[in-house]
């Protein structure tokens, strides 16, 4: 791999945050990037007629597929042309690990200009979830995460975020995907039913694509991939305009903020956007998405041993959410997994322990996240695409 370009990104100082991504070559074009009414205009233009483009997407979207071979239905020159400038290569994979028997597998993706991307995908008993990325690298430089510290490179583009997904569906429905109980669970074709933005990058500082993304994803097919908003998961570190634009957009996707610490002096450190925006307003635009969507907002707390995991921070964190209401939100602690050069370590396991039962003593339904992949550097915060 050492032929492909490297991408320039400068690793940030402690506290820095990055909004801008670098300017780099667009990706090409591609049908994921455009609404229905567009690819039809697009479609016109290139000189044939608008209902191919309904055509192609339902063999994009719906089909699966992208191969000119399998679009009979198509004139041989007119699938040609239409694949040639509507579904270009975006990604193409590097690397594949796979962990936890097969029920787990990251892919690196490297991007036409060089740059690498991960996703994980990772199969539970009643359902398939896919972690995506959404930049190349992280401008929100949170010290305990692998992402964070390469800095950011750029921007994905709303084509390149739904390739992902894309990519994933294929790959079960070609059965590629290990694990399932019985006889049936492993011969009934899975489909992705849940869509995480907790791969690479922050979401929501690339918003237009992001949003772009999760249209593409929830349009019924053949406009779109047909998935249902509540299976989609938009985390962030709380971008506070951002998350009041996206409760607006009339799309209920689960909201999940990764707040780590409930006090400003911690979290400033932990999560350096509190700088801009602290603990409580960071809270108090989860509890307005609850409120316009209805949808309970989930808390992301990393345990980190001896930093974040005391009983008075659990009591605090308990009382500042229940003190804006009740039932709208639920935390989501997580061990913390190892990253290369950090000092931090995960919590003692009777400490999460006691973490989990204070907040419950408060009345928060409060669940330690399954992690997976942490051998493959697939786990949460370690995808820094080192594919060695
Ligand atoms: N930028 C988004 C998505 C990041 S990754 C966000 O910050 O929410 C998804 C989650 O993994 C976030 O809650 C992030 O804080 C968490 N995370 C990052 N590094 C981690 C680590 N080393 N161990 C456990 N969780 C981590």
């Known amino acids: 791999m050492t032929d492909l370009p490297t991408p320039t990104s400068t690793p940030p100082k402690p506290g820095q945050l990055t909004f801008t991504a670098p300017r780099r070559g667009k990706p090409p074009r591609h049908l994921a990037d ?63 690990r796979t962990a936890d028997d097969g029920e787990t597998v990251k892919s690196a993706w490297r991007l036409h200009d060089g740059a690498i991307v991960e996703s994980v995908l990772m199969r539970y008993p009643n359902r398939v979830t896919i972690c995506i990325s959404s ?26 975020i739904v390739e992902q997904v894309v990519y994933a569906a294929r790959s079960l429905r070609r059965g590629e995907l290990a694990g399932g109980g019985d006889e049936e669970e492993r011969t009934t074709p899975l489909r992705v039913s849940n869509v995480v933005f907790m791969g690479m990058g922050e979401a929501l500082a690339n918003y237009k694509a992001a949003i772009g993304a999760i249209r593409r994803l929830v349009d019924p ?46 979290r400033n450190e932990l999560v350096p956007i509190n700088t801009r925006w602290s603990v409580d307003e960071a809270i108090d635009s989860a509890y307005r998405y609850f409120q316009a969507t209805k949808r309970r907002v989930s808390i992301e707390y990393a345990l980190i041993r001896d930093i974040n995991d005391q ?78």
């Open 135 to 160: 930049q190349a690298g992280c401008g929100m430089n949170c010290p305990f995460c692998a992402t964070g510290q390469a800095g950011l490179t750029r921007n994905l583009s709303t084509a390149e």
């Open 221 to 266: 097919a053949p406009d779109g991939l047909g998935m249902s908003a509540r299976g989609i998961t938009m985390s962030t570190v709380g971008l506070v305009p951002a998350v009041d634009k996206l409760a607006a957009e009339g799309i209920p996707v689960t909201l999940a903020l990764s707040l780590h610490a409930p006090d400003d002096e911690l």
């Open 34 to 96: 455009l609404t229905p009414s567009e690819r039809r205009e697009v479609v016109e233009s290139l000189g044939h007629k608008g209902f191919r483009a309904k055509q192609l997407s339902t063999h994009y979207f719906e089909r699966l597929v992208d191969s000119p071979d399998e679009m009979t239905d198509l004139p041989k020159g007119v699938r040609d042309d239409l694949v040639r400038d509507l579904l270009p290569t975006l990604l193409t994979p590097m690397v594949q």
């Open 311 to 388: 009983a008075w921070r659990a009591d605090l964190l308990g009382r500042k959410l229940t003190a804006r209401g009740k039932g709208w939100v639920h935390v989501n602690p997580i061990p913390l997994n190892p990253t290369p050069g950090s000092k931090w370590t995960a919590s003692r396991p009777g400490v999460e322990q006691q973490f989990v039962e204070r907040l419950r003593a408060a009345g928060i339904p409060t669940t330690i996240r399954d992690t997976r992949g942490q051998d493959i550097d697939g786990a949460c915060g370690q995808l820094a695409a080192s594919t060695a």
